[in-house]
Each structure stands twice: as C-alpha cells, then as structure tokens.
C-alpha cells in the first residue's frame, strides 16, 4: 500500500471545522463551505489516504476565537485525537525557521503565521491548507528543506480546488 500523502494543516483549517464555518454572502447565499471543504480532507484521511501534520501551537490558537472557548476542552480536545493527525512540536528548529521567515521582509507576517509556515517548511509535507489569504499569497516562495517551494492552497484532499457541498450532515464531526 501507497504511503498516504501528508498535508499540513493552520490553525484557521482547525478552526473552519470545528465552528462548521460557511462563507455566506450579503444575500445569505453560500459563497464557500469551509466546513464541507474540511470535511472532504478529513474523510480522505479516515479512508488512509492523507496525514494532517499541524504545530501543536494549533491546539491552543483554536481558542482565540470566543466561540470556540465556549465550547470546552471536551469538545475541541477530540478533533487532535485521530491517527492521521500529527502533531508538530515547536522546537527550536520550527522557532529559528519562523524568526528566519519574520526578517525575511514578508509583509505583515504575524509571528504564529510564520510558526505554521515554518512548520509545514520543515514537516515535509506536500501542500500547507490554510483560508489565510496572506499566507494563501506565498504559494510557491517559501523553501523547503529539499530545496522544493511549499505549496499553500486552500482545503482539497486530491490537491485541486475542492468542491462546494450542497448539503451538510449533522453531527458527525465531533473527534472525526
């Protein structure tokens, strides 16, 4: 069997599936399901077909938005609890790459975003998700240690843009 292919997810992925976030416009209509696309990626990962590599500075930026801190560490704590997820420690290489990144001149680069794209840099992952239209903007600049450039898209398990869903299932993303 294939070794699964290892994407690296941000804190902003984490946060879309955990809150089931959907992009709506002014008319209410459906503009982008960030939920549905995080659901796609997570269902190719329970089928064996990807890894989600994120830094453990993830299990502590998903509660920065005061929804999320409503909802409990039994209730966010189970969405890290999965075989395919790996779990990146910031170490002193992840912290040295991120300091590395911020004196590089990327504009407006906030010291967690260069954690993650640090990260993803060193993790060897194939592709970095992130809905960060900032980070979304360095696709194919930032080196990785094989001296290939990090791929930054939004959520798709195959690697294209992934599609919109029409309807949603209810509860069936707690700790999936």
């Known amino acids: 069997m294939a070794s699964p292919r290892r994407i690296y997810w941000d804190a902003c992925v984490w946060i879309a599936l955990i809150q089931k976030e959907q992009i709506r416009d002014q008319n209410d209509r459906l503009v982008e399901d960030r939920y549905g696309m995080c659901r796609n990626v997570i269902s190719a990962a329970e089928r064996g077909q990807l890894e989600i590599a994120t830094s453990t500075l993830s299990f502590a930026e998903v509660c920065k938005n005061p929804e999320l801190k409503n909802r409990g560490e039994d209730k966010i704590a189970p969405f890290f609890e999965n075989d395919y997820i790996l779990p990146v420690n910031l170490d002193r290489?992840?912290?040295?790459?991120?300091?590395?990144?911020?004196?590089?001149?990327i504009s407006k680069l906030k010291p967690p975003d260069a954690c993650h794209l640090a990260t993803a840099a060193l993790s060897g992952v194939d592709e970095m998700h992130t809905f960060d239209d900032k980070l979304l903007a360095l696709n194919g600049k930032i080196d990785k240690p094989d001296g290939t450039k990090l791929k930054i898209?939004?959520?798709?398990?195959?690697?294209?843009?992934?599609?919109?869903?029409?309807?949603?299932?209810?509860?069936?993303?707690?700790?999936k």
């Open 153 to 175: 898209t939004l959520p798709d398990p195959g690697g294209t843009a992934a599609p919109l869903l029409d309807k949603m299932k209810s509860g069936d993303d707690e700790g």
């Open 93 to 105: 290489a992840v912290g040295e790459r991120a300091r590395a990144l911020m004196l590089s001149g």
